[in-house]
């Protein structure tokens, strides 16, 4: 079922091939399909929601609106055990996340002239939670414990009903530990139209947040090219993870963590670069073992076909390969992790070690699991409280700090031939007051 390659008989195009990801559905019908659903929601509101959450979802609500009495019986319904759980993870997410407050600055670039940067939580912000084949309460913890200690206004979290009309009650336990009230059963496509253009019941919100399937992704990218002062969070694609191993480690552990990650999706690729052949074929063997007692094998078994297992001749040479794909997960099972991280430039989020799972950074660890996939972690961060707020500057010149700064803006202004930028100069230290 698997192939190894080894990456120094490869020529650089083949070696770009082998790290090409499983191709996202960005095709002309799902563009067209994704412009009709928002021209219906621009049109007609909450009636396309309702009506395509009857289409997709097979229920028929009368709202969109999730009570907070329901909030109440969903948290009610759970295990002491699970709503620890959901606590626990809570605990550690907020605490990484408040360490993450930005400092203001000020600054006094010369005398008389003052220079600061501040910063301010976005105003209303819209957090997607999918359902697909699993809830997702991780995600909402993930965004939620942001968006909170930012102090964002307004919370809104929407997320598809399941056939019963419901959210699953641990969507809606993890939304109340984040202070989160307004809440509504919708999802897909329409819901980001939603969330971006507003409806009777929704009103609009500046950022959205979370992750989605095709037509999900599709829409935020339409709507934040379409909608003045509405944005995303990132571009998002497939989930990955590549495992970067020397002879030390651990293959049933690397197999785990493969399949961690396959078991996402079909579409989800996996990838081992090691400098030992012996630990591929360790791992592979115990990749097919656990891979049949998984629930999700089948899901697990078709996002294998997109695995690759690559053998190269050093650590160096894996940094190399593990820097080009540029991973959503980096997981680091060498003799000496720490030793690694300066070197490895591109990845949304880095494991290190034997004991440090994946499934660890997914749901508790602290750190966010919403992550760059498809090779973006080369130039977008992960998910931070920064993201939750908006930069801005300040300053303020005295007139004896504009007098001192004023040659050099003159002489600028004359060289770029931009006479009313030096007139608003001169005209302050002509001593023409009103």
């Known amino acids: 079922m698997f192939t190894t390659t080894q990456w120094s008989t490869l020529s650089a195009q083949a070696q770009a091939a082998l790290l090409m990801r499983p191709a996202i559905a960005d095709n002309e019908t799902l563009s067209e399909q994704v412009c009709d659903i928002i021209s219906q929601v621009r049109d007609k509101g909450d009636e396309t929601l309702l009506a395509l959450t009857k289409k997709f979802d097979g229920i028929a609500l009368s709202e969109l609106t999730v009570s907070q009495q329901q909030v109440k019986q969903a948290v009610a319904s759970l295990s002491e055990s699970r709503l620890a759980a959901l606590e626990k993870a809570y605990s550690q997410i907020k605490s990484f996340h408040q360490a993450q407050t930005l400092q203001e600055i000020s600054v006094e670039t010369s005398p008389g002239v003052v220079c600061q940067l501040k ?241 660890a950074g997914d749901y508790a660890s602290g750190t966010n699991h919403v992550l760059p996939t498809y090779g973006y972690s080369k130039v977008v961060s992960s998910l931070s409280l920064a993201d939750f707020s908006r930069r801005y500057t300040v300053q303020e010149i005295s007139q004896q700090g504009l007098a001192a700064l004023a040659p050099c803006l003159i002489e600028l202004t004359d060289a770029e031939g931009l006479d009313a930028h030096q007139r608003a100069v001169t005209i302050r230290l002509d001593g023409q007051e009103d």
């Open 119 to 359: 910063s301010e939580a976005i105003d209303s912000v819209g957090l997607y939670i999918p359902a697909g084949t699993a809830p997702l309460p991780s995600t909402v913890l993930m965004l939620g414990v942001p968006a909170q200690i930012a102090n964002c206004r307004r919370r809104v979290l929407v997320s598809p009903p399941d056939s019963a009309g419901n959210i699953a009650p641990e969507v809606l336990a993890a939304a109340k530990l984040c202070g989160i009230e307004e809440i509504y059963a919708v999802g897909g496509a329409q819901a980001i139209a939603a969330l971006a253009l507003g409806t009777d019941s929704i009103a609009p919100v500046n950022k959205v947040f979370g992750p989605g399937n095709s037509y999900v992704t599709e829409a935020k990218k339409q709507l934040s090219q379409q909608v003045p002062g509405f944005a995303i969070d990132m571009p998002a694609g497939p989930s990955e993870v590549l495992v970067l191993a020397d002879e030390t480690a651990n293959a049933q552990f690397v197999a785990a963590d493969l399949l961690s990650q396959a078991e996402h999706g079909s579409d989800s690729q996996v990838v081992l670069v090691a400098t030992n052949n012996q630990i591929i074929e360790q791992v592979q063997a115990a990749t097919l073992a656990q891979l049949s007692q998984l629930s999700r094998k089948e899901i697990a078994k078709a996002s294998l076909t997109h695995a690759r297992f690559i053998l190269v001749d050093s650590i160096e040479e894996a940094v190399e390969v593990s820097n080009q794909y540029a991973p959503e997960h980096l997981i680091v099972q060498t003799q000496s992790p720490r030793d690694l991280v300066g070197k490895l430039r591109n990845a949304g989020s880095i494991f290190l070690g034997k004991y440090t799972p994946e499934s």
